[in-house]
């Protein structure tokens, strides 16, 4: 079992900036690949960026690189997602996820995938 607690979403304005955490637990969470998705209202959920806890790869989304950057906390069991120049467009609930490798986590959704709760972001114009 793997839990997932996101936080750090609120309202900013555009151009703005937040930063999301995540913080994992569970006894096996660490062989797990972690990433970030979003879904806008009406929307599909759709993948923003994943990360390894070990190693220097990161996968982002081409649409939001340059904006958006996920990074990680070994020693705080935590995953973050900066975003910058945020757009209204933006604006969605963000999950942060768990699933056992990189071409699932990449999915919008898999059979060994674990979620958050998620976090609402909300860009102003």
């Known amino acids: 079992q793997v839990q997932l607690v996101e936080s750090g979403g609120g309202l900013v304005q555009a151009g703005g900036s937040l930063r999301l955490s995540c913080a994992a637990s569970g006894r096996t969470f660490r062989t797990y690949v972690m990433g970030w998705f979003r879904q806008a209202p009406g929307k599909e959920r759709e993948f923003v960026a994943a990360?390894?806890?070990?190693?220097?790869?990161?996968y982002s989304a081409d649409s939001l690189k340059g904006r958006f950057t996920i990074s990680r906390d070994n020693a705080m069991n935590t995953i973050y997602l900066q975003m910058n120049g945020l757009k209204p467009e933006d604006t969605a609930v963000y999950y942060c996820?768990?699933?056992?490798?990189?071409?699932?986590?990449?999915?919008?959704?898999?059979?060994?995938?674990?979620w958050g709760q998620g976090t609402q972001v909300t860009v102003s114009s």
């Open positions: 996820a768990a699933d056992t490798s990189l071409a699932r986590i990449t999915t919008t959704s898999s059979s060994s995938r674990y």
């Open positions: 990360i390894y806890w070990s190693g220097t790869g990161t």
